[in-house]
């Protein structure tokens, strides 16, 4: 007699687990979707991010090629004659 209640809650467990299996199918194609929602942002945050750490990197040496020039310009000036 137990061997019978026993098995019955079994059976009853796997037909529950098998249940629940099929219902949460809508869950991972969210799941899916806020995945590559995240990447799409993360992909765009990260070019934002390069793109402004190029344009410094271009502006200073823009700024240190004016410097030099500036200086070497001051060394090659010519004196009026005397």
Sequence with gaps: MNFRILWALVLAL????GA???SDTG???????D???DTAKATKKAGRK???GTKKV???SARATRKAADKV???TET????
């Design 20 to 22: 629940f299996a099929q």
């Design 35 to 37: 995945a590559a929602h």
């Design 58 to 60: 271009v502006h200073k």
């Design 14 to 17: 796997l037909l529950s687990l």
């Design 73 to 75: 310009e001051d060394k």
């Design 79 to 82: 004196k009026p004659p005397q």
């Design 50 to 52: 390069i793109k402004r």
């Design 27 to 33: 869950g991972l194609k969210q799941d899916t979707k």
